[in-house]
């Protein structure tokens, strides 16, 4: 009786553009987590002697084997979608620092953990305190004047830029009104929504606004019941609970001071509820 032969858990493949791909039979994973990523790492550490570049493949879904590949060095760069399933790519460069530098650690964990999207909105009034609002071209609802922050960005200057690029009108973003967060929803990730005040402005402002045509439908001036008639219901909330946190602190222009003292949580917002309308300084305005 012929014997099979026994694969070798960690195995290198050259790549048409001259990187190395680095696989590990299953079993591999199933085994001592220490051993399993030395053996990773020594197998990275030899492929990076000919190659430029080593990444790995592994199923979204094995979460075991994204902790080998990280651990032995690779950084993760992001999901590559097929219909065989979906893989996430991980790689180290040549000239990558190894983990025991400083450098390449912090690379290695900033590479995979958490990020949250934060979204940058700001509260303008008029006199009467009806609050600006703009009706988008990419959904039906309006929504407060604002957009994404881009990575390495201040959120308030953020809020600002948007409005000077989605309407024409140079406004500072001054104190922070509401941090609110948004949970999944129709195909976007969960959010960070910070609220700054943009103080009061003669509706005339309007006027003087250059929409973003690919944005930007129209914009006004609504009361709280009409923003609740033309705006998601979150949105709604999300408005109101930045209304009333401003009328309970007392501050009714943008004056650039400090926001609320850190730790202030709403009581509902915080644990599942809608958004407070208590003047607390955090909301969780998509949660029913």
Request: charge should be negative; include cysteine.
């Amino acid at each position: 009786m012929t014997e099979q032969p026994v694969p070798e858990p960690v195995s290198i493949e050259a790549t048409a553009d001259g990187a190395a791909r680095i696989r590990w039979v299953d079993s591999l994973s199933e085994g001592s987590l220490r051993e399993a990523i030395g053996a990773v790492s020594a197998g990275v550490e030899t492929a990076l002697r000919e190659h430029h570049r080593v990444e790995a493949f592994v199923p979204v879904e094995d979460e075991t084997g994204q902790r080998i590949a990280t651990w032995a060095g690779l950084r993760r760069e992001g999901v590559r979608r097929d219909a065989g399933g979906d893989r996430v790519v991980l790689a180290r460069l040549r000239d990558d620092p190894p983990l025991s530098d400083g450098n390449g650690f912090r690379a290695m964990l900033n590479s995979f953990l958490p990020r949250k999207r934060a979204i940058g909105q700001m509260l303008v009034r008029d006199a009467d305190d009806r609050v600006l609002m703009c009706r988008l071209t990419y959904k039906k609802d309006w929504d407060l004047p604002g957009g994404v922050v881009e990575v390495g960005e201040s959120p308030r200057l953020a809020t600002s830029r948007e409005l000077a690029e989605e309407l024409g009108i140079d406004v500072t973003a001054g104190t922070l009104l509401l941090t609110d967060w948004l949970p999944s929803w129709s195909g976007w990730d969960d959010a960070i929504c910070l609220v700054f005040d943009g103080g009061q402005h003669d509706p005339s402002i309007v006027e003087s606004m250059v929409f973003e045509e690919r944005e930007i439908r129209d914009a006004a001036f609504l009361t709280l019941d009409e923003i609740a008639e033309r705006s998601a219901d979150f949105t709604h909330r999300r408005v109101a609970a930045t209304l009333a946190n401003l009328a309970g602190r007392g501050q009714l222009d943008a004056s650039g001071s400090d926001g609320p003292s850190p730790g202030t949580v709403g009581g509902r917002g915080s644990v599942g509820g809608g958004a407070d309308l208590d003047g607390s300084a955090y909301t969780e305005s998509g949660r029913p």
